[in-house]
């Protein structure tokens, strides 16, 4: 149930991705993420190489299973962590936050499957024609950097553009949602906000009780002036970074504002002046779970919406 060709390409029984999440993606994350069946993905975020190896080394003692790193494009560290990776024969790369043009070659020449994040068409035909084995599809429900388009309208423009699988994000939390990207033409799906809400996951319990308290409307999103919008949490330092986007500040002093506020939300579980990146999808969550009881949970509901759907079709005809 649910084998679709990106569970061929990845070597994975479920077709469900975790996110590469900076600061919240590690080991522990990651390899009950594969060990369940699914893809777990280290976050790179902008740390240093020694640390990315060691996150890999980690996840390999903890899990036989596959599993990927995400490289976001901005870190300071792009090409020797892309060295890292190589070295240490990760299988999955994805990359986030923007093009991935200098290092496809060198990953794609190591025999490692590169998976980029994109957020339009254009972007997704680009990366197509670069070589990309597969590209998750992300709508401007997620939780971090965004786009501007939302997943619904979004997948199935993508899924008509180009020919290698497309894995939707934003905005999925549960077997409903999977069975939706399916319908859309994805196949299949990278889920972050969720995963944020498992035992295995190193966030501060004050981020995981956030999210089980958040409902619907509960996320903002900040930094448009400056052309790198993102998606968090609604709290006194979102509302305090709208009102300094609104007034004369130079595109520096914004950055500085924003500076480790990811780290002290999943560190430090500052709730007040952290940045707790959360996508919309955070008013689903009801609880914390073991990752292995999300993912199978996930799966027999997605079963469960599937027979809902045949028996209907089944009335129609
Ligand atoms: C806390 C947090 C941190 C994230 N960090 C990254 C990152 O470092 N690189 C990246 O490509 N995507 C990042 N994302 C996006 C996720 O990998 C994923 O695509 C997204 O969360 C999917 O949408 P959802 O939150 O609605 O599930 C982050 C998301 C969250 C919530």
């Not at 560190?267 to 952290?274: K, N, V």
Request: proline residues 5%; contains cysteine.
């Amino acid at each position: 149930m649910f084998h679709t060709p990106l569970c061929d390409l990845l070597s994975i029984r479920y077709p469900i991705l975790q996110g590469g999440m900076a600061w919240i993606a590690t080991a522990e994350l990651s390899a009950a993420v594969s060990a369940a069946g699914g893809l777990g993905i280290l976050g790179a975020g902008n740390a240093p190489p020694d640390y990315v190896r060691d996150q890999i080394q980690q996840t390999r003692r903890l899990t036989d299973r596959p599993f990927g790193v995400n490289i976001p494009l901005f870190s300071p560290y792009v090409d020797a962590v892309v060295e890292v990776c190589i070295e240490e024969e990760v299988p999955v790369v994805t990359t986030g936050a923007g093009n991935p043009a200098l290092i496809m070659r060198p990953l794609k020449e190591a025999g490692i499957k590169v998976v980029p994040v994109v957020a339009s068409v254009a972007l997704a035909r680009r990366v197509e024609r670069m070589g990309a084995d597969a590209i998750v599809v992300e709508g401007m429900e997620s939780g971090g950097h965004i786009g501007d388009v939302a997943t619904l309208p979004l997948i199935p423009q993508v899924v008509d553009a180009v020919d290698i699988p497309v894995i939707a994000a934003g905005g999925i939390g549960d077997g409903r949602g999977l069975v939706a990207a399916l319908a859309l033409g994805a196949a299949g799906v990278q889920m972050g906000t969720r995963f944020i809400c498992v035992a295995e996951c190193i966030a501060h319990d004050n981020y995981k009780q956030a999210l089980v308290r958040a409902h619907d409307r509960s996320t903002m999103t900040t930094g448009h002036s400056i052309g790198h919008p993102m998606r968090a949490l609604r709290n006194p330092m979102t509302r305090r970074f709208q009102e300094l986007e609104r007034g004369q500040i130079s595109e520096e002093e914004i950055i500085e504002f924003g500076m480790g506020r990811l780290r002290l939300a999943v560190e430090e579980g500052d709730m007040t002046e952290g940045s707790v990146l959360a996508g919309q999808i955070c008013g689903l969550i009801r609880e914390v779970l073991p990752v292995q009881d999300l993912i199978t949970g996930m799966v027999a509901q997605a079963q469960e919406a599937i027979e809902q759907l045949n028996a209907l079709a089944g009335q129609q005809a």
